[in-house]
């Protein structure tokens, strides 16, 4: 089967100078345009969404979304020159903070325009349907999942952290069923626990559901949903912005979509923290300014 870059390789005598730029655009930049929408990639062209769309018809595609697809499981198959994206600490005397700064809102930016919003709207459907939540982080992405679990148990009964392929996982094995749904959290270099983790529960029928930073991560072919959070590296510290904020919305759009059961658990948490007199700050009600 033909690759998208042999696609738009034939089709170039018939293509506009305007389509030919986009072709150039997607050969020039594979790896990233698989993380775009439409919009961003017609904005990084140049071209309007419409002639994107009519580029899409002229190499043999029926939609964008077919495109799209085609795309992200041909980048799936191969590897970047460069997958970690790393780039060198600036020599100059630019403050440190400044280029970190920088680096975390660019890659919150090209996250921002990866996800889908119907994408979006599925993966948390499918978390407020689900019974039972396994979060995998494995050895290196613990921390991530920690935070996600710490507020999600507010809002879910049954939400379980899997780290390791322990006696403790194996037991939690016994108690999946088709409500059970598993969202792992992995990224480049891919620890092989975690892959293993969602490979036994692949295996048990769960539903996997996937946060990483490329179509090419060894989880996508486990997982039946996929928000990707593009990374970049300076040293081998894992920039975290994207994967927090993204939990942040995921909290958020779960709240709007069912808001008086949310709300009532909320209400619950907070005066459980009344009770347990965790914080010197006691009389804030964060309940009080929903609606």
């Known amino acids: 089967m033909a ?9 170039e005598p018939g293509l506009t100078k305007k389509q030919l730029s986009i072709g150039r655009y997607v050969c020039d930049h594979i790896y990233d345009v698989a993380l775009m929408n439409a919009a961003k990639i017609a904005k990084e062209v140049g ?9 899409v018809y002229a190499i043999g595609y029926n939609s964008f979304s077919d495109f799209q697809l085609a795309l992200r499981k041909q980048v799936q198959k191969t590897k970047p020159n ?6 060198a600490p600036d020599g100059t005397d630019f403050p440190t903070y400044r280029d ?36 995998v982080g494995g050895p290196t992405n613990h921390y991530i999942v920690e935070y996600f679990a710490d507020y999600l148990c507010i809002f879910k009964r049954d939400v379980t952290v899997v780290h390791q392929m322990n006696m403790r996982f194996i037991g939690e094995l016994g108690y999946v069923n088709d409500k059970t749904v598993a969202v792992i959290f992995t990224y480049a270099r891919y620890p092989k626990e975690a892959i293993k983790i969602v490979d036994a529960l692949y295996k048990m029928g769960v539903k996997i559901l996937a946060v990483t930073d490329s179509h090419a991560s060894p989880v996508m072919k486990y997982s039946s949903q996929t928000l990707v959070t593009p990374l970049k590296y300076i040293l081998n510290i894992e920039p975290a912005s994207c994967a927090m904020t993204l939990i942040h919305a995921i909290l958020i759009e779960m709240y709007k979509k069912n808001k008086a059961n949310i709300k009532n658990q909320l209400k619950n948490y907070e005066s459980a923290i009344m009770l347990s007199d965790m914080f010197e700050w006691k009389d804030y009600d964060f309940t009080l300014k929903l609606d």
């Open 47 to 55: 071209v309007s969404e419409a002639t994107l769309t009519r580029f």
């Open 3 to 11: 690759t998208i870059n042999e696609k738009i390789k034939r089709a």
């Open 82 to 87: 460069d997958p970690l994206r790393q780039i």
């Open 100 to 135: 970190v700064f920088t680096l975390e809102k660019n890659l919150l930016d090209e996250a921002l325009s990866s996800i889908a919003p119907e994408c979006f709207e599925k993966f948390v459907g499918t978390l407020l349907d689900a019974e039972k939540v396994i979060l």
